[in-house]
């Protein structure tokens, strides 16, 4: 973190990034999670709250939405919040989105994909493109594979036409 907390949401707030992490969040939620920390740490510091609990998180939000009329960031606010008593309270992380695993592909798809991405850290694309990538990437991967695609003799110009429909179906209408 770039900033000290106070004590009684930091240990709170690294668990709540970790989790954030773990679950595949990219770095920007995780940097909007830092960036509410701060708003909230501003806004016990202003009304002398001495400890952080349910209740000022709930005073915060109230306060957050009365002065940002942004509907959406007013949201994003109230789920740090119920995030945070979530870790503090340890009833578990809240997603915002279905959680599911990755994809897994055939050992030489997954070579494939794994080259490419390193090739992208390498050039100095930004994680968040990266992990862009890799998930469309997977995707597309996951289509040649039920193609009958298993390695990289395998691809042929029409398991590949027939992975790009099924990957941009899968990227504009999924939930």
Known sequence: MEAELNPTIAASVEVLCQELKAHGYSELVVGRTLRYAGMLE???ERHKTSGYDSTAGAAFVLEFRQEHKDHDKANEVDLFVQRLNAVMDGTGFIPRRKLCAPEILPPSLEYLLTCFLEHGADSGFRPSSIQLYGKICRWF?????????AEQKDITTSAVSRACLRVKSSYYFSA
């Open 42 to 44: 501003s806004f016990m």
């Open 141 to 149: 991967l996951k289509y040649l594979a039920e193609e009958g695609v």
